[in-house]
């Protein structure tokens, strides 16, 4: 198995895993936020929805500045544009996988802001931690916000307490 193949098969669960969260998405609270500096409810599923669409960025190009991006946050407020998104970035996250070499995979990525580095890794290292760690990390705060919204967690990898009849 290539570096991108186990990625993508990691990919995989992890997007699984997300759709069980998106499924569970109420749009009546799409804009509560637990703090005034924190996301709204939807801005953080669009952004868990986001995260795979960057696998362009990191994977066809030996380094991104966000110095020179225009980023344009998409903002979806309903569980079918959750949904529908999530099915199309991710399939758009495997295609991109797709074909790549391990030599590919270790060459050299960086993330800028202007002249100033702000990280220096590999491609593989890139795509594993700015894409799919950030993907679980915020699928994290998605299960904190549903908690205290009273929306039952899915557990991502097995049972969560809300899915059990204990």
Known sequence: MTIAQAIAAEFQVEAAATR?????FEEKDADWQ?????????????????C????????????FDLATMDYQPPHWKTRADLLENHERIGAGFLK?????????MR???RLLQGDHILMETTREAAVRNIILSHLVHHRGQLSVYYRLLGIAVPGPYGPSADDRDD
Do not use: I, N
Request: hydrophobic share 35%.
């Open 20 to 24: 069980r969260f998106l499924e569970r």
């Open 34 to 50: 637990p703090h005034e500096k924190s996301m709204t409810l939807s801005r953080l599923a669009t952004h868990v929805v986001e």
């Open 52 to 63: 795979p669409d960057w696998a362009y960025t990191v994977l066809d190009a030996d380094d």
């Open 96 to 104: 991109q996988c797709e074909g790549r070499s391990d030599d590919a």
């Open 107 to 109: 060459a050299k990525w």
